[in-house]
């Protein structure tokens, strides 16, 4: 069986993205589908490449037992013949990433590139918010939407 490949990206690649993709093995292996999945994260900036994720996305998802192992990375143009699904946290990665495809003289179209607050429920905001700046709470209010929005994701290629 063919395994679907999702990549979460995000700016630096240390706070939301990698996030989603935590949530996104998580919520796969308790389903029982992580064999049927590739999943990864990037940014679209290169600062923080090598890294472990922000200590305090990695403790607040410790706390909803959600481990964070990814090391940032920067998206590179391989990554659009090798993800089914680029998934932005916001408009302006989803722009850079749109961007990056059209400069590519590949014809390949093989990489659907969407907006993670499409698959929301339960939040209107229409981007992830970037908690980076932010207190605490900002970045259980970013796990709170990416749960959200991974769950509807997953459900809606399933």
């Not at 003289?105 to 992830?128: G, R």
């Not at 980076?132 to 970045?139: H, I, S, T």
Request: aromatic share 10%; net charge neutral.
């Amino acid at each position: 069986m063919k395994r679907l490949s999702v990549l979460f990206v995000c700016l630096g690649n240390i706070c939301r993205s990698p996030a989603a993709e935590a949530i996104f093995l998580d919520l796969i292996d308790q389903k029982g589908l992580k064999d049927r999945f590739i999943v990864d994260s990037a940014g679209t900036g290169s600062w923080h490449v090598g890294k472990k994720a922000d200590y305090r996305m990695r403790e607040a998802a410790i706390q909803r037992n959600i481990n964070i192992l990814s090391r940032a990375r920067k998206i590179d143009e391989t990554d659009f013949e090798k993800f089914n699904f680029i998934i932005a946290m916001d408009n302006s990665n989803f722009d850079n990433i749109l961007k990056m495809k059209n400069r590519l003289n590949s014809t390949t179209d093989y990489a659907k590139i969407l907006k993670m607050q499409d698959f929301s429920s339960e939040f209107q905001e229409k981007e992830v918010p970037d908690p980076y700046f932010g207190g605490e709470e900002g970045f259980q209010y970013v796990l709170d939407i990416l749960s959200d929005s991974v769950r509807g994701f997953l459900k809606s290629i399933s």
